[in-house]
Structures are given as structure tokens and as C-alpha cells.
């Protein structure tokens, strides 16, 4: 199991920024690529962001190149997401997400999901 828990949700205004963590458990961590999706509502989830198990790659959806980053700390068995230039368009609940095989932008790759926590960027 590779329980994960998010934090760092809440309500910001347009241009500001937000700092997600996810906190997995220790057994698992270092061994897991992880990644971020969003669900805005009405929609699909989609994906946002995933750093691989070295941490030296990574990927992000093309609409938030440049003004989100993801790192990992596993030391800490923690994953952030850094979101910085925040849109109203960026409004959705934002997912945490673990592999222990996969590392890419495919929901489908991810055996472990977190339970959401909800950004709302207002204009």
C-alpha cells in the first residue's frame, strides 16, 4: 500500500501561488514515481505533472509549463507541487497519485490515489 495524503488546497486570487504536498508512507516512497492530476467540475481528470523515481525527470501538461514545479523530498516521503501565476482556469481538486512501475501522464499508470484536495483560483 502506498497511502497518500495531500495538503495545501485552498482558495487563492489570480497571480498568486500555492504550495501542494503529498506525504506517502515510508516503505514505498523512494520506490514510486508520483504525479499530480486535477478535476475541474464536469470534467475529466487530467493530468498535471509527474516526477520519476530519481526525481530527475519530470513532466507537466503544456498549460502549466513554466509555472508549476514538482520535486520530491524523500527524506521526508513527500511530494510537492509549487504553483505559482494561479488562473481561474487552474480551479479543481487536485489529486496525488503513485506508481510503482510507471512514471508518465496516463491515470491509467497509477495503482494509488490520494483522496483530492481542492484549489480554487478566483478572478
Known amino acids: 500500500q502506498v497511502p497518500l495524503v495531500e495538503s495545501g488546497g485552498g482558495l487563492v486570487r489570480a497571480g498568486g501561488s500555492l504550495r501542494l504536498s503529498c506525504a506517502a508512507s515510508?516503505?514505498?516512497?523512494?520506490?514510486?514515481?508520483l504525479g499530480w492530476f486535477r478535476q475541474a467540475p464536469g470534467k475529466e481528470r487530467d493530468f498535471v505533472a509527474a516526477?520519476?523515481?530519481?526525481?530527475?525527470?519530470?513532466y507537466y501538461e503544456d498549460s502549466v509549463k513554466g509555472r508549476f514545479t514538482t520535486s520530491r523530498d524523500n527524506a521526508k516521503n513527500t511530494a510537492y507541487l509549487q504553483m505559482n501565476s494561479l488562473k481561474p482556469e487552474d480551479t479543481a481538486v487536485y489529486y496525488c497519485v503513485a506508481s510503482l512501475f510507471r512514471c508518465d501522464r496516463d491515470p491509467k499508470s497509477y495503482e494509488y490515489w490520494g483522496q483530492g484536495t481542492q484549489v480554487t483560483v478566483s478572478s
Open positions: 515510508e516503505r514505498t516512497f523512494s520506490r514510486s514515481a
Open positions: 516526477i520519476c523515481w530519481s526525481g530527475s525527470t519530470t
